[in-house]
């Protein structure tokens, strides 16, 4: 009976990344700042966007944890709903790249010729600008807010998915398995979709777990440039921003959003370089 | 009618023509081996008829191949789609990546007959248990659960077999079953293949180059060198007297009671590659009977008739 378990556990590599001190450590405070964000509204202990002038600035203490800000926000509270702004935007944003660049990339990759070569050169394109540059485009076109910053994200790490998978995928389809599918009968889609894309998966799923630390960062330095988050929702970035005017005179408002942002970071490329073990693609994931 | 009859094929490749003048009949029920040493030429052919050139980036530039009444290299993608794993099976060379890795045994099986017969998944479960035990697979339905890493060589092709059988086709091709697997495992191999073209009265083409996996299965021989056939014959007719130097010194590569004083022999020289192919005969440089009439005219193979021998000194002279 255990063993069926395992067995069946075996099947989910990616959970042997908790196994090592590291791995459970960054993973375990993953989690917790999920279960934080998705429960912001039950922890946060004042409103994030009620304002108390008579206690701006106020420094950490009871029962403003992190002090307040220039409004008199409490900045606990705007860290916690931070978390929430910040995941949920990079989340979202990667997740949209690597739908695309999975799909864009694996039709490249298989289809090859003229196509491939022009779904490559736009893709390239995309990289070759600096992400502040596309998000300023979106800012242009629909505003600034936390849909330009998704937007610029996605397309941000839309090329790395791309020429990711589009790699996988031309390595793969030259092997035994796939000629042998097409030789039963197999449909292209049926190729791409059931063989081709589960196999080219894990490196995906690993380089998408880095980029999301580094969409974390992204998304806050829009914010503290003001595209992104706009007030009063609360944003790391947005708040870090903010935080700069006063400095030397409460320093919390900005030293907080900045250690949130520096220890999920880390966590998530700890956890990142866990999942490389785990699921044992350093090869394919560094080339 | 022929379940096959190829007339003629030959393939081009951008510019380069890798195989040409290749005929043979194929009946139902019947096992062909095609022979022949690397680069001959053998593996083009099946992907031929398979209609998987394209995949390389070749074509068929001449002649016919017609199964059951079909002309093949006239019908479209789409059509060919349905044949292949649905009317013809095509078993692979290296059953160690001949399965998708990630994918459990049962259900990569299953894939071809929801596919090709329109099986809802429980149906192609049982079908694919009950092939797996025609298959002398032992518990089958254990099996069924498994990753390939989990199986031995042998049990792989076993599976292979069990994926082109799965939508009961006409016509196996099999392009070289044996050769990743070790002795004892290659003789069960082949003698499951025989028993299943008798069983379910299947023709079978079987590509190899050893001869006497041929020797001990087939009805017939086709031998092929350099990207061409040059003898064709019923088994026992090209053992017992072959009318090709080449097919001669194939036979006479087969080793058999070996005792400590006798060399294994080999054929001097090797397969030329498709851009350097001699003038005339393609086997002259490596033949002991060639003669200037070798070097100057290619020697004609005949497109009908059971038994034949591109050689200018073919039959009786050849002996």
Redesign the interface.
């Known amino acids: 009976m255990t063993s069926a378990i395992l067995n069946r556990l075996s099947g989910f590599a990616a959970l042997r990344a908790f196994s090592s001190a590291i791995g459970m450590i960054a993973g375990g405070f993953l989690i917790l700042l999920l279960l934080v964000a998705f429960f912001a509204p039950w922890i946060t202990p004042f409103d994030v966007a009620t304002q108390n002038l008579a206690n701006a600035n106020a420094a950490p203490g009871w029962p403003h944890i992190m002090g307040t800000d220039e409004f008199g926000r409490d900045v606990f509270s705007r860290v916690v709903y931070g978390a929430r702004t910040s995941l949920s935007v990079s989340a979202t944003a990667i997740g949209i790249s690597v739908s695309v660049g999975m799909l864009l990339g694996a039709a490249a990759g298989y289809f090859g010729g003229m196509f491939e070569r022009i779904v490559m050169t736009v893709v390239d394109l995309t990289w070759s600008f600096p992400d502040i540059l596309i998000a300023l485009i979106f800012v242009a076109i629909i505003g600034p807010g936390l849909t330009s910053t998704t937007f610029a994200i996605a397309i941000a790490y839309l090329a790395q998915f791309t020429r990711l998978t589009r790699a996988q995928i031309v390595r793969l389809k030259n092997?035994?398995?796939v000629?042998?599918?097409?030789?039963?009968?197999?449909?292209p889609a049926?190729v791409v979709l059931?063989?081709l894309l589960?196999?080219a998966l894990a490196p995906v799923i690993v380089v998408g777990m880095l980029a999301v630390g580094d969409g974390i960062v992204l998304e806050a330095t829009l914010g503290f440039f003001g595209l992104g988050a706009q007030p009063p929702t609360p944003s790391w970035g947005a708040m870090m921003s903010s935080g700069t005017a006063q400095l030397f005179i409460a320093p919390w408002v900005i030293i907080y959003p900045g250690v949130a942002v520096a220890i999920t970071v880390i966590a998530v490329n700890l956890f990142g370089d866990e999942l490389v073990r785990a699921l044992d693609i350093r090869d394919r994931v560094r080339s | 009618m022929s379940m096959l009859r190829v007339q003629d094929l030959g393939v081009s490749i951008a510019n380069i023509y890798p195989l040409s003048g290749v005929s043979f009949e194929l009946e139902r029920g019947e096992i062909i081996g095609i022979v022949g040493e690397s680069g001959s030429g053998k593996s083009l052919t099946a992907m031929s008829v398979m209609g998987l050139l394209p995949l390389i980036g070749g074509q068929v530039d001449h002649g016919t191949i017609e199964f059951d009444g079909i002309e093949l290299t006239s019908i479209s993608e789409n059509q060919y789609r349905k044949l292949r794993g649905g009317r013809i099976g095509l078993i692979t060379q290296n059953p160690m990546t001949s399965l998708d890795p990630l994918k459990k045994i049962g259900p990569q099986v299953d894939d071809v007959s929801r596919l090709h017969l329109d099986h809802d998944k429980a149906q192609a479960k049982a079908r694919t248990i009950e092939l797996l035990g025609d298959l002398r697979i032992p518990e089958p339905a254990s099996i069924y659960h498994l990753y390939p890493h989990q199986m031995s060589g042998g049990m792989k092709q076993r599976i292979v077999i069990a994926m082109a059988l799965a939508a009961d086709p006409d016509l196996l091709i099999a392009d070289e079953p044996t050769t990743a697997l070790d002795v004892t495992v290659q003789a069960q191999i082949i003698r499951l293949l025989g028993d299943l073209v008798k069983q379910r009265n299947l023709s079978l083409v079987l590509i190899t180059h050893d001869m006497s996996v041929v020797a001990q299965t087939c009805d017939k021989v086709m031998v092929m060198y350099a990207g061409t056939a040059i003898e064709r014959g019923g088994v026992h007719d090209i053992f017992n007297s072959p009318s090709h130097p080449y097919t001669k010194a194939l036979i006479g590569c087969i080793p058999h009671g070996l005792s400590e004083t006798v060399r294994l022999k080999g054929i001097e020289g090797t397969v030329p590659g498709v851009a350097q192919y001699p003038s005339g005969c393609r086997f002259h440089p490596r033949c002991a009977l060639a003669e200037d009439i070798c070097k100057e005219t290619v020697p004609v193979f005949e497109t009908a008739g059971s038994r034949a021998a591109a050689c200018h000194f073919a039959l009786g002279t050849a002996q």
């Open positions: 092997e035994t398995f000629e042998a599918t097409i030789n039963l009968g197999a449909t049926h059931r063989h589960p196999n």
